[in-house]
Structure formats: C-alpha cells, structure tokens
C-alpha cells in the first residue's frame, strides 16, 4: 500500500506548494486511465501526473515524457474544454482519505467565472479521477464512469450529484488521542489479535505497513499507548510540516517493494533504501520500476498473439509446401509411364483399365494405372502433362518454401524482441515494423504520426569502445548499414533470434576483452539470454550484406568467426531515454 493517507496527506501539500497560482496549458491523455496536466506555475512548468489505474493509481509531479495518441480520447478533449487556460486555486486532501482534490478557477461558454474540481480518488481497483462542477456538486465526467450495473451504492455519471465513498468508522490519524490508543492496546490484550491489527481497525489514515510501525512487532513486547501515540503524533507532523523521510525500498532485484514518507524500520534490514528529495521523485520512481514490466507485459500481450497467430499459420503453410513438394519431387514415374504407354501402344485398347509392359530401363514388368474413358494416346498425354506440371510446382513450390522459411525467421526475431522489450515505446517501434511488413493490421489513425527517432542500447566496454546493440529489426538495418563504419565489428548470435551489435573499432584493431564483451551483449539481447556458452557470430561490417527485398534486420555475411560467451549486459552508457 503506497498511497496510504499519509503519503496522499504529504503529496497533497507538495502539489499545493508547486500548483497554487499555476495555470494549465496543455492537458494529454496518454493511457485509457493515465492524464498528464501541464501547468505554468511560479517556479516553471510543471507535468503533473494522475492515474485511476488498478496496480498504480496515484497523482504526482513527474519529469517523465510521456507518447500521447494522435487522436485525444473523449475525456481528455472534455478537460481541455473546461480546464485548460484555468488557474489553479489549491490542492487539499479530503480528511484523511486517500483523495486529493484540485480546484481550478476557470471560465464557461459564456465567459463568466466559475470554479471546477478534479477529484483523485487513490483506491485500488476503485481509483478514479472526476471533474465537477464545484458549484453545482454535479459530476461533469471521470476516467471511469460507475453504473447501477457496477455499483449499486454510489454511481459516478455525467450530471449526478457527487458522492464521497462512504465512510468508514474509524477515528482519523491526525485526531487520535492517548485515550483512544489505550483502548486499541485494552482491545488486542482482550481479544488476543496483533496489536497492529486492532490500531489498523480503528485509526483511519494508515496501512497495515504503519500498524506494524507503530506496533513495531519485532518480537519484542508490545509498545507502550503513550509510545504508540508519540509515534504516530510524530508521522502526523511530518506529513503536515513536510519534515519527511522520502524513499523507495527495492529487493535484490532491484524491484521496489514499497514507498513512504516517514522511516519504515521493518524493511531497513531486508531491502535496499532509495532516499528522495519529494514525494512524487519517490512515487514516481516506485510506479516506473514497478510496473514497467505489467505495462508493457499488459501493451504486448495482443502483439505477441498476432506474431504466434502469424509464426503457427507460416509454419502451417510450410509443413503443407513441404509435402507438395516431396509429392512433386515424386513425378518422375509419370513421364516413365508415358514413355512406356508411347512405346507399347500396340498392347493397349481403350477401356483397358490397367496394362502390363516391360520397363526397357530395368527390364522387369510395371503395371500402368490408366483412364478407361480414354484411348491410350491420350493416356500418355495426360502422365507427360502431368509430370511437366509437377516440374514446374517443384519449382514453385522451392520459391515460396524460401519465402515462408524466410518469414518464420522474421516472425521469430520478432518475437524475440517482443520479449525482451522494456518499454511501451518498443512495443510501439515493433508493431509500426509489423505493420509495414504486413503482418499486422494497420490501425486507422488520422493525423501525422510522430516519427520515432532510433535509440538503441548504449554501452561502453572496459577499454573505451562504444557498442550499440538494436532494439528491434528496423533498429539493426539502422545500425548495421547506416551507423556503422565498413572496418566496425558486428555481432549476432549464432542461429538465435536477437540484436545486430556493433563495436565502434574508430580505426584500431579491437582487443580481445572488447571483442567478449560485445559478444556478451550480444548473447545478452537475444533468445539465448538465459543459456551459457552462447555462440556468437562476427565479423567486419564490410562482409554483412543484406538480400535485395530481404526482411528488416534479416542480412547475409562472410568471413565471420565465432565465440562462445556467457550473456551479460553492463551498466547502459548513457540512461535510456
């Protein structure tokens, strides 16, 4: 639980710190569930970020750059309506809940002043972001419109009175009393239940990480109430005064585990302590690492059924050429039975369903099927037909089983990228390549589509040499024959879909360590990411051609050598953009 009422308490003052007096100038809507406000406001501009999204609802100031879609969705378009041009009167919290309400001052059709709210609801599944009419208390429109079909108790549409979510009978942190802790601590020791279960049923505001906080369950005795209630005095006051404790907690895996605004204890042994000036650095630092891979997870999983749906029917259509191909491979017998039809035409009558003759190339007999409505001639037409034809499907049959071999290959690469994708943006890039190769359906988009600059993979090896790696196959033709100088060092692993690799030699002759390490990259940002003893393939750029209509990133090369590594990435270049 990130955003818990202290958090949403502490955020809410930074964003009345940094937004009162502001004024809108641009509203997007990157995501179904994600708007983007940019403000003008004293200190500069300001991105605000907000989110009704399921695993990461928040609202927080972001430094991020987010792609918005060539067509505004219908909410966004609504909110430039109303809000864009509005200043900013405020930011505050609603009591202790996990809601943060922005007012604007604007202007209606007519010009005349009026005040407008955006509410931030941060629950969960529940999360949700509404404009009202602050004059009317009426709901203007949300993220998510609510029905009677969805919820029976509180509907949130256009033109109906706005409800708070009902609230739940617990006495709010910042109110609590020592009277009152005592009584939670009386509770407990009564009914035998963790003492941070009976703090988290009473006192609103806090998650079940700051129950265990306050009843710091280290397997000690419990606190006394007088400490209990110091100690949540203390995060109280500091979410007011902005005396915070801003960090991120991740694992070993560098997987944030959660985010807060005073000091957990029960986590500064177990996970690594990322300190931040602000809450939304933290926020947005938490929610970025957090769910990158579920977004793009989330963004790729219909790419990723197009390119299985696309690899099972080409290597279908394979399995299909294959067989034709071996049947037409198998035709030779019908120009021998013409031959010999031709030869003993004496021994044939028509309406003779079969006859028997000898094969002058072995010497023994051979039984020949025949046609009993026609008359032998004919009968030896059709077998020499017959075998020209299937001469000329073989040859057929070669070219587009070259083909479909070639698309499998294609299919598989990408598919491999689709795996290893690590952002959004690459997701977009792969299925722009699809598109245009024709495996995927083209979406209808109005509007100019803004262009996507190449940004590969960057590093630097233990000597000084820079390498590049590709982030799909429209980033590996780049690389490989645009970049790349004729003496440049180019890797692929062996027989395994992934990225082109280029070592930038700058005219010397590369080190051995310098040749391994682009090698491991290149193992890295493959199929083969998970195996050892990888083979890599390289060799100089000069030697890699690609065919005349060759798919993107499909090449040929000589004069390559190979090498075994363990795949590695080291630390990017420069931070990914």
């Not at 792609?67 to 909110?79: K, R, T």
């Not at 700051?210 to 400490?227: C, F, K, T, V």
């Not at 180019?490 to 879909?497: G, L, Q, S, V, Y």
């Not at 390289?538 to 090369?557: D, L, Q």
Request: overall charge neutral; charged content about 30%; glycine content about 6%.
């Amino acid at each position: 639980m990130a955003f818990d009422g202290l958090v949403v308490r502490a955020q809410a003052r930074e964003l009345d710190a940094a937004l009162t007096g502001g004024r809108v100038e641009k509203i997007y809507q990157p995501g179904k569930d994600e708007l983007i406000f940019s403000v003008r406001a004293a200190s500069g501009k300001i991105r605000v970020y907000a989110s009704s999204n399921n695993t990461h609802a928040g609202i927080f100031i972001t430094a991020d750059d987010y792609d918005n879609p060539v067509n505004p969705p219908g909410f966004c378009m609504l909110l430039r309506k109303h809000l864009q041009g509005s200043r900013i009167a405020g930011v505050t919290q609603k009591n202790i809940e996990r809601i943060i309400e922005i007012e604007f001052d604007a202007r209606d059709e007519l010009g005349f002043s009026v005040r407008r709210k955006l509410i931030t609801e941060i629950m969960g599944k529940y999360s949700n972001v509404i404009l009202l009419d602050e004059g009317s208390g009426k709901v203007i429109d949300s993220l998510k419109r609510i029905s009677f079909d969805v919820n029976r108790v509180r509907q949130i549409l256009p033109g109906q009175i706005y409800e708070y979510p009902p609230a739940q009978k617990k006495i709010a942190f910042d109110s609590v009393t020592e009277k009152d802790i005592v009584g939670c601590c009386l509770a407990a020791s009564e009914s035998g239940t963790p003492l941070s279960y009976t703090l988290l049923s009473d006192i609103g505001g806090i998650s079940p990480l700051i129950a265990r906080e306050l009843a710091a369950e280290d397997g000690g005795a419990d606190p006394a109430a007088s400490e209990i209630y110091r100690r949540i005095t203390a995060m109280s006051e500091a979410a007011d005064s902005g005396d915070l404790d801003c960090a991120v907690y991740e694992n070993s895996d560098g997987l944030p585990k959660d985010f807060h605004v005073v000091p957990l204890t029960e986590y500064a042994d177990i996970y690594k302590k990322i300190d931040f000036d602000t809450v939304s650095e933290a926020a947005e630092y938490y929610f970025q690492h957090r769910e990158a891979s579920s977004r793009v997870r989330q963004k790729s999983s219909a790419l990723r059924t197009s390119v299985s749906r696309a690899l099972k029917k080409q290597r279908l259509k394979n399995q299909r050429l294959s067989d034709d191909l071996l049947k037409a491979e198998n035709s030779d017998k019908y120009r021998l039975y013409g031959e010999l039809l031709t030869a003993n035409m004496h021994l044939v009558k028509t309406g003779d369903k079969e006859v028997s003759v000898t094969n002058y190339y072995d010497n023994k007999e051979i039984t020949i099927p025949l046609d009993e409505r026609y008359a032998p001639a004919k009968n030896a037409q059709i077998f020499f037909k017959r075998y020209a034809k299937a001469k000329t499907a073989v040859k057929e049959k070669k070219k587009q089983l070259e083909e479909t071999d070639s698309n499998i290959e294609y299919l598989t690469s990408v598919e491999a990228f689709i795996d290893s994708s690590e952002k959004t943006e690459d997701i977009d890039q792969i299925r722009e390549e699809l598109e245009e190769s024709g495996f995927v359906r083209r979406k209808k988009q109005r509007g100019l589509k803004k262009k996507q600059n190449p940004q590969p993979f960057m590093y630097t090896t233990s000597d000084g040499h820079e390498v590049l790696a590709g982030r799909n196959n429209r980033e590996n033709d780049f690389l490989t024959f645009r970049t790349a100088g004729r003496n440049d060092i180019w890797f692929h692993t062996k027989d395994i879909p992934g990225s082109h690799v280029i070592l930038f030699t700058k005219g010397e002759k590369p080190s051995d360590s310098s040749i391994f390490e682009a090698a491991a990259i290149a193992a890295y940002h493959s199929k083969g990411r998970a195996s050892e003893n990888v083979p890599v393939d390289y060799t100089e750029i000069r030697y890699v051609k690609k065919p005349n209509g060759a798919k993107p990133g499909m090449v040929i090369f000589t004069d390559n050598r190979t090498v075994f590594v363990t795949p590695r990435r080291p630390d990017p270049a420069v931070p990914d953009k």
